[in-house]
């Protein structure tokens, strides 16, 4: 029903003679001198209003849910109590008892024809909806105990067409969409409206929209309800009520309110897996096999437990083509040419965060497009750190290509690296690798020498160079003991990451991606599985993964084929090592007299090289002096002995 002026005056019009019929009928019981001939042409200009389209709102919740004549006079009888203060006298002078002012069965049967106990009963419309509700009083007859219509019913009635408060709880309307959607996504849309409009009314099937960006699902739907012309609620899973009756009657009050004003229901079950599953599934099920009407179910994977008919559609963020032009029409002329494509190549975003990115970015007044650039990087920077709870912590990159002491073949290596991260969209989506590829377009190394070697550095600087984000993983909150948990804590991981161009850092990463082994009892067949599953879950992450092990031979020989980069940090020589201590301390570090070339005759890496300098500044600071080469060299005993190697006294004279 659309609400306009032309219906409320006619609803109006209808209560209006409604209301003087009941109040007629209601004094002739009550023994006032009423003609019959009064009353009937008062009925018959009501029921004239009545069969005339649009219809009033009693008589369209009347067709809705089937009521009878006697079940439609009833319920105007419990509603008039609300529409007209002179009705509650009338109901106590109609039943000969001035305490009953207000409607019960006996009055119903004695004004209204063609009454009947079924209506009664608690699978008739009236009260299997909810439409009125029956308040008996303590030692009072059912007969005489008070009868009144819900409020919400009573306000349609009204002409007042608003959401159950009742449900607005748990419930949140979701706007209507503004602007279009990318080829790819109004394609689903397309598709989505085009199987529900030749669907039979009541028996809509439910459509699982799977993927992991919610704000993609969400949008889609918006624009779906929006070409079927129906509003969309948002309803998170976790709110449904936890108890069987409170479900339940959340679930005819919603039913209730579809049947009035059809709506768009899109249920969100992201959050279900951090709940307790099997509540969460127990009543998820109970609510889908209860629900009447239009729903959008967002879920990650297809459920597969629902007994209805279902839709299925994998949504995914717009490509990146769709993100570089959505990009371009939202900054316009303001920023720089390449702006546009370096974002959508670095960053994974969906079209809401596009929109959000570049309205924050362009509130303050472009003066340079560079600045504008710098802007815009750092908002998808902030906005695209993944929440990893527990699982990894970013680092603060401050290395540069200049701090770091490798040989040359292992620089370019570094190089090539940043340079396909830098590349990926002019590779795979301009010259068409992508239409060849189905997985690996993701781009893996892995990092294998001693510790101290740089690997940690080197992750460092290409994180740096190309302005993203690092974080390293802590496999102790990856790896959990019970079966099954690593591989949602690693899909966690990946998910997050996804979105914001993060470079993942798996150190010590041959704790987890061990060699696999031979079955011998469940827990190796888990094991490999973990492993199986991470072999297939790098390949497929479309950013940069780095993993670093001191133990090269101990990976599994599957794994290593499938990364694309393999870097040996070798353990530094003379050379490396003197140009190390030259760059250990900041040029702020007052020095005096430190022989390099002495120094870089240590057998020692990078790593060690660094705890000796900030050891030795240490000392100096305590000791109010520069850093010495005797405050250099006793940290370089220090750090002789708790790496346990021998001390050759000649060596620190």
């Known amino acids: 029903m659309n609400q306009d002026q032309n219906q409320l005056d006619h609803n109006d019009h209808f209560l209006s003679l409604a209301l003087q019929w009941l109040n007629l009928r209601l004094q ?5 001198e009423i003609t ?12 004239t209003v009545a069969n005339q389209e649009p219809y009033p709102a009693l008589i369209y919740i009347s067709r809705r849910f089937g009521l ?44 209204l024809k063609q009454s009947t106990w079924n209506t009664f009963s608690p699978t008739s419309p009236l009260f299997y909806w909810h439409l009125l509700e029956i308040n008996p009083k303590a030692h009072q007859p059912f007969i005489t105990s008070p009868l009144r219509a819900d409020q919400q019913i009573v306000n349609y009635i009204r002409g007042l067409y608003y959401l159950d408060q009742q449900l607005e709880t748990f419930v949140m309307p979701i706007d209507s ?5 990318p080829v790819s996504q109004q394609g689903v849309v397309d598709e989505i409206v085009g199987h529900l409009k030749h669907s039979s009314q009541g028996y809509y099937p439910i459509i699982q929209l799977l993927g992991t960006d919610g704000s993609s699902k969400q949008l889609i739907a918006s624009h779906a309800a929006n070409c079927l012309g129906f509003p969309l609620y948002r309803l998170p899973s976790e709110l449904l009520p936890a108890q069987i009756v409170e479900l339940d009657t959340f679930l005819r009050r919603w039913n209730r309110e579809n049947q009035l004003r059809p709506m768009m229901l899109y249920l969100d079950t992201q959050a279900q897996e951090s709940s307790t599953p099997t509540m969460s599934t127990a009543l998820l099920d109970r609510f889908l096999s209860g629900y009447r009407g239009l729903l959008f179910l967002d879920t990650r994977e297809p459920y597969s437990e629902i007994q209805k008919t279902t839709m299925t559609f994998d949504i995914s963020k717009p490509t990146v083509s769709e993100q570089e032009m959505a990009w371009r029409e939202r900054l316009g002329n303001s920023a720089l040419k390449e702006t546009p494509c370096l974002l959508a190549t670095q960053f994974n975003f969906n079209l809401p965060t596009i929109q959000r990115n570049a309205k924050l970015a362009l509130v303050e007044p472009v003066t340079e497009q560079i600045d504008l650039h710098n802007r815009l990087w750092n908002l998808c920077l902030t906005n695209s750190r993944p929440r990893f709870n527990n699982l990894a912590q970013r680092i603060e990159t401050k290395a540069t290509w200049n701090d770091l002491v490798l040989p040359d073949e292992e620089i370019t290596l570094l190089q ?45 600087v290409i994180a740096n160079s190309l302005g993203l984000n690092l ?45 696999r082994s031979q079955v011998k009892d469940s827990h190796d067949r888990y094991a490999n599985i973990e492993i199986n599953y991470l072999l297939q879950r ?10 670093a092990t001191n133990f090269k031979s101990s990976l599994d020989s599957a794994f290593l084929r499938r990364l694309r980069f393999i870097i040996n940090f070798p353990f530094p020589g003379k050379s490396q090592r003197k140009q190390m201590w030259q760059n250990a301390f900041p040029e702020q570090t007052p020095t005096e007299s430190l022989d390099f070339e002495r120094l870089g005759r240590f057998n020692l890496t990078g790593g060690s090289i660094h705890n000796i300098a900030l ?18 060299l006793s940290a370089v005993k220090t750090e002789f002995r708790k790496l346990e190697r021998p001390i050759n006294e000649s060596d620190f004279r």
């Open 416 to 460: 090539q690296i940043r340079d396909q991260v830098r590349q990926r969209t002019q590779v795979y989506e301009k010259w068409g690798f992508q239409e060849r590829m189905n997985r690996g377009m993701g781009i893996s190394a892995m990092f294998a020498g001693e510790s101290g070697t740089g690997k940690t550095m080197a992750a460092e």
């Open 615 to 632: 050891n030795a500044a240490f000392l100096a600071a305590q000791a109010g002096t520069p850093v010495t080469m005797s405050l250099v």
């Open 471 to 515: 974080y390293r993983i802590d496999l102790s909150g990856v790896v959990d003991k019970y079966i099954g948990e690593t591989e949602k804590n690693l899909r966690r991981l990946f998910d997050a990451a996804e979105g914001g161009g993060a470079i993942l850092f798996f150190d010590e990463a041959d704790a987890l991606f061990g060699k």
């Open 36 to 47: 019959q001939t009064e009353v009937d042409k008062t009925y018959w200009a009501m029921e």
């Open 68 to 111: 009878s004549s006697f079940e439609q006079g009833l319920l105007l009888l419990c509603a008039s109590i609300e529409l007209d203060p002179a009705i509650a006298g009338l109901c106590g002078k109609a039943q000969q008892e001035p305490t009953l002012c207000y409607p019960t069965f006996s009055l119903a049967t004695s004004l």
């Open 177 to 181: 969409p503004n602007g279009s959607l």
């Open 538 to 547: 790098i390949e497929s992450y479309k950013g940069l993964a780095i993993l």
């Open 28 to 32: 002739q019981l009550a023994g006032k």
